[in-house]
Structure formats: C-alpha cells, structure tokens
C-alpha cells in the first residue's frame, strides 16, 4: 500500500488519523517548547557568548582567573593569587549622527541618537559594548621576596589589566 493510496483511505482508516494528529500535535507542542530550553551557547556563568553580555562580577573573576594563571608562568613568581576591583558593569555606546550650523561666530551642533526598528520595536542602536572598567589590582604571591619577580608582576599586571602600576599592590602570599 503506497502513501499516496493511504492519504485516499485516510477518512476510512482512523487509527491512521489519529496517529498523524497525534504526530502533528506533538510536534506544535515541541516547536513551542523549543523557545523555552537555554541556548547550547549560554553557560553558566551568566552570559552568552555569542553576544558577549556579561556582568561586572562574571568579568572580575574571570579575569582574575586568567590573570592568576598567567602571572604563575612568570619564573620565580611561585603560587600566585589575584584580587581586582571593577567600577562597573559594561557600559553600551550609542551610535550617533549629527548636523553642525555655523553662521558667523557661533557653531551650533546637534546630535541624535540613531534608531532602529519600526513601530513599538524601536531602540537605539549599540555601536559598541565597553567591558566593566577595571579600577584596581592586588596581586599576592609566593616569590613577592624577589625584587627582579615584583617588578616583573607589576609590569605584566599593568600590560594586561591596562590600569596604571599605581593602582597595583603586590605582596607576599601566605602558605
């Protein structure tokens, strides 16, 4: 019996019907469930990384993580522990465009924030998205006796965090 026979005896033939409506209902019910499962990219910690949405806390120990794990390559640096403090959580940047009027001596500027969408969907839109902005380090570890391995911390910390040594303090880890 072919499909296309079926289909002709599908009135005929009710367990078929109501298996195939059971099929199609079925398979409605898995589309509408489908929005409610977590994306495969989301983790745990919080964020998405398709988009790169984080806040200040996932960023602050993520970063320390990493930081830790690379200042512990430095020779003589030993066991390395790592503590920073964040100002805030990211921060969006609008996309702008303006119009400048000069007439004489004065110079009038204005500018708009550029939208996007159409109807009750319109939101401005992101140019870019600054990371948490870092405000300070305290790097301790187990060489903090070395002068030559202080330097060397207070150097690669200031590289990567991007902050000034200043607002680094390194000191000895306890055992």
Do not use: W
């Not at 019907?17 to 409610?36: E, H, N, P, Y």
């Not at 930081?67 to 805030?88: M, P, Q, R, Y």
């Not at 702008?96 to 110079?107: F, L």
């Not at 939101?123 to 006796?145: K, R």
């Amino acid at each position: 019996m072919g499909v296309a026979e079926k289909f002709r005896n599908l009135p005929k033939d009710k367990k078929l019907l109501v298996v195939m409506m059971f099929l199609g209902i079925a398979g409605l019910i898995f589309i509408m469930l489908s929005d409610t499962v977590p994306d495969s990219k989301e983790t745990e910690k919080g964020y998405s990384l398709e988009d790169g949405i984080c806040n200040a806390e996932t960023f602050r120990i993520d970063t320390e993580k990493r930081l830790e794990e690379f200042l512990s390559n430095i020779e003589g640096a030993g066991d390395v522990k790592v503590c920073i403090t964040v100002a805030t959580d990211q921060r969006y940047v609008y996309a702008t465009e303006g119009k400048r009027n000069q007439s004489g001596n004065t110079t009038e500027e204005e500018k708009k924030y550029v939208i996007i969408g159409n109807g009750s969907e319109k939101t401005a839109l992101v140019e870019t998205v600054q990371p948490p902005a870092i405000t300070g380090a305290v790097v301790a570890c187990s060489g903090y006796d070395s002068p030559a391995v202080q330097e060397q911390i207070y150097k690669a910390t200031s590289a990567v965090l991007g902050i000034s040594t200043g607002k680094i303090y390194v000191t000895k880890l306890k055992h």
